[in-house]
């Protein structure tokens, strides 16, 4: 059965693919960069217009990254296997499938989304306990953190909306419907932190606010398309079936990356032992870093997409190339924006916070970060390619052996030793090296274009 098209429908089995790469992938990043630079105003309008209070209302809000980061990226990883089952079916002309698909990731979202909130309400001090936040920053940091997890639901159901339109290439409206309600939050961050005179309860108040819309117009855009994943609010239901390779493919993913923001609590425990001023240097470098983590993800969606289409039509020359074009524009790409944020780095932390201590210790984040990157480039884009196949768990696991382990090991062995900054920070290119290494020799090993070819070519044999 074939799938309908639009014209704005991003063909990915046919011609040229490096400039269809770049038309799926620079959305992406658009879109992810965006997003950070919204989540980066709470930090900036707490910064500035708190008072004497501002390094602690930043320290707070940077104190709960990796805690969000976890959740969320758990769920962002389980949204990809969303956007693989769904690729598949259109790469095999199954429109039931696709249907069933897109349908069941809406629902699952919002019920993993309402259990996310009871659940991490009922744990939120112990977490933050654990990440040992100075007396001063826990109040605000515990108040931050329960208002933004009212918002799960709606946070989540944003991100598997956007998947569910990434998967047949259309990256443009989900990069609309964040630019919208990003504009809307950094209004209400004004208003409640300078008129209404709140901290940050009202910029967390704002991300929740922006998010229900941002999912609002994406659920509207899916009502209203002529493409196969058009939702009818009658078939929203979960197919037991196909949840289950959702979560095959899915859960691994965003259990990696969940595995990588809970090596990172570790992490930051030992910043917080460190003090408010670093907390609040480290807290605002990675408002800065991410952008270029940002970039290099979209190569590996990108590559898990194009992957996953080609690999449904069995085009598999089109799935080698694409790792190909996705490493190459990928590290062009990057490279561009190391420069940048090297270059200007610390006039771009002056915004956050303008204690010349915390822009000078959040350089020393910065330089190391978006560096470390470029080993994050190769295993991400090669870890995408291998889900594109559907082979999820040997990633998650490499993820979870070298992220994890080694970064949880130095600060339990190194950090103790040297208890500075400086050592803090170099886990991350160890650890991201390590795990491009082991991805490499992974890729090596499965060789899923070869594997396949030689199974299709053997059942042609047989019949």
């Not at 999912?215 to 078939?235: A, K």
């Not at 449904?312 to 524009?329: D, P």
């Not at 924006?337 to 916070?353: D, M, Q, T, V």
């Not at 382990?405 to 950090?415: E, H, T, Y």
């Amino acid at each position: 059965m074939n799938i309908k098209s639009e014209q704005r429908h991003l063909d990915m089995l046919h011609g040229p693919i490096w400039n269809k790469i770049l038309q799926f992938a620079l959305p992406v990043a658009a879109t992810a960069i965006l997003e950070q630079l919204f989540n980066a105003s709470d930090v900036a309008v707490v910064g500035n217009f708190t008072g004497e209070n501002s390094t602690i209302a930043v320290a707070a809000v940077g104190s709960n990254s990796a805690i969000i980061s976890l959740i969320v990226n758990l769920f962002i990883g389980i949204a990809l296997g969303s956007n693989v089952v769904i690729a598949h079916a259109i790469g095999h002309g199954d429109r039931a499938s696709v249907q069933k698909a897109v349908h069941t990731s809406v629902v699952a979202s919002l019920i993993g989304g309402a259990a996310v909130t009871v659940l991490g309400e009922l744990i939120a001090a112990p977490l933050l306990g654990l990440l040992q936040v100075p007396d001063e920053v826990f109040p605000s940091a515990l108040l931050y953190l329960r208002i933004y997890l009212l918002g799960m639901p709606v946070i989540l159901l944003y991100n598997f909306e956007a998947a569910i339109f990434r998967s047949v290439g259309e990256t443009k409206i989900p990069l609309i419907a964040l630019a919208a309600s990003g504009i809307l939050n950094v209004i209400l961050n004004l208003f409640f932190v300078i008129v209404l005179h709140m901290t940050v309860n009202g910029v967390a108040i704002a991300t929740v606010i922006s998010n229900a819309v941002s999912s609002l117009i994406l659920y509207r855009r899916l009502r209203s398309t002529t493409l196969d994943i058009h939702v009818e609010p009658g078939n929203l239901r979960i197919d037991p079936a196909i949840l289950k390779r959702i979560l095959q493919i899915g859960l691994p993913a965003g259990i990696q990356t969940a595995v990588f923001s809970a090596a990172n609590i570790v992490v930051q425990s030992a910043i917080n032992s460190l003090g408010t001023v670093v907390m609040a240097a480290s807290s605002a470098a990675y408002n800065i870093e991410v952008f270029t983590y940002d970039i290099l993800n979209s190569f590996s969606q990108a590559c898990t997409t194009f992957v996953g289409q080609n690999f449904g039509a069995g085009q598999i020359r089109r799935c080698k190339k694409t790792l190909a074009l996705c490493l190459g524009e990928g590290l062009f790409a990057l490279g561009i924006a190391i420069a940048a944020i090297l270059f200007w780095g610390k006039p771009i932390l002056s915004l956050f916070n303008r204690d010349p201590q915390v822009i000078d210790t959040g350089y020393i984040r910065l330089m190391m970060m978006v560096l470390a990157h470029i080993f994050s480039l190769l295993y991400e884009v090669m870890a995408g390619y291998l889900r594109g196949f559907g082979i999820s768990l040997p990633p998650a696991v490499i993820t979870t052996l070298c992220i994890c382990g080694i970064r949880i090991a130095w600060i339990q062995l190194v950090f103790p030793q040297a208890p500075s900054f400086w050592t803090i920070m170099t886990v991350y290119p160890i650890s991201l090296a390590a795990t491009a290494l082991i991805i490499f020799l992974s890729l090596l090993y499965y060789r899923p274009a070869r594997r396949f070819t030689a199974a299709r070519s053997s059942r042609m044999q047989e019949t």
